[in-house]
């Protein structure tokens, strides 16, 4: 029992009988059940306030499972309301209309607070919940997140040998450049997947910023293209932008566009076989500018369409942030994001900033 509830059930401010036992024995009593039974005191029996007849009948109401009545004297009910292991609240029922008047008053009291004590139990069990899909979700980004760093820092090791083992014989200069750019590659993944982490926190604790400006289309789709094309190379796959209008500018944050572009370029790459294509292009929609990352890759799965901007939910292996954080910045925005695709023949996906 709460401690409110508990407070207006033995309150000394209605005249309804009211007691609270543990193991038949008085723990609280308001001032009517002190005046009916005065005999009972704190820590002591109820039994030995009461006759024989009196005390059987309270020791087998006691002993029911649920709730009950107790007939302390003829005439003189009483309800007996479990609370738990051993507790029990008993409390005087109206005989005469003016009693029943006031029981009803108390009633009210007591479903209003039942009322809350219910709301207040449904909302914390909904945050338990809500606590406990944050943990489960923290514990699968650390687990996603550690199996991502694995490959730049084994990348990284590796390189470094081959840098400390042709430095030591003084040739191999090509061998050289090679591992310090697959060094450079590897600490750009990594630095990327640090970045993820930061903005994700970002996001869920409500403090994302955006410092927007007038951007020009071209120059932000140009140095993204430029970003990625250090993984499309090695990967035989064709990189290009779509003519765009002259004097075509959003109004955005340069960076989080960036960051943005950068996603689903690097998913475009990451999907697309060798041979094939990923085109970037950007043109005037209304007030906004439309700006689409196309690929001939695989497509997307239906099943996983409605759910690919979620965090934690990925094509292939993954920490499962990039599209989540993606859509959050184009929501602060005021945009959309979307995709669109086919199994078998590539994904176009899309989103909207708002043009300048």
Known sequence: ??????????????????????????????????????????????EAALPLDAAARLAAALAAPGPGVWESAPGAPFLVLPLGPGRHLVLALATDADATERLLALNTQLAALLGEQARLAADNARLLAEARRLAAAREALVAAVSHDLRNPLAAIAAAGAVVAARAAVGRDADGLARAAEAIRRATRRMDALVQDLLDAEQIETG???????????????????????????PARVRTSAEPMAPGLAARCDRERV???????????????PPGGAVTVGA?????????????????????????????????????????????????????????E???????????TLPAA
């Open 207 to 233: 403090r994302l910023t955006l410092h927007p400006s007038a951007q020009p289309a071209r120059p932000l789709v140009e140095e993204a293209l430029e970003a990625v094309r250090a993984e499309a190379e």
């Open 1 to 46: 029992m709460s401690d409110a509830l508990r407070a207006v059930v033995l309150s000394d401010g209605h005249d309804a009988v009211a007691l609270e036992l543990e193991g038949g024995r008085v723990v609280a009593a308001n001032l009517a059940a002190r005046r009916r039974f005065a005999a009972a005191a704190p820590g002591a029996p109820l």
């Open 283 to 339: 043109h005037r929609r209304g007030d906004d500018v439309l700006v689409e990352v196309t690929d001939t890759g695989p497509g997307v799965a239906p099943a996983l369409e409605p759910r690919l901007f979620q965090r934690g939910v990925t094509r292939g292996d993954g920490h499962g942030l990039g599209l989540f954080i993606s859509r959050a910045f184009v929501e602060a925005h005021g945009g959309r994001i979307g995709v």
């Open 258 to 272: 960036l960051r943005v572009l950068g996603n689903l370029l690097s998913n475009a790459v990451r999907f697309t």
């Open 341 to 351: 695709s086919r199994p078998g023949e590539g994904s176009r996906f899309w989103f």
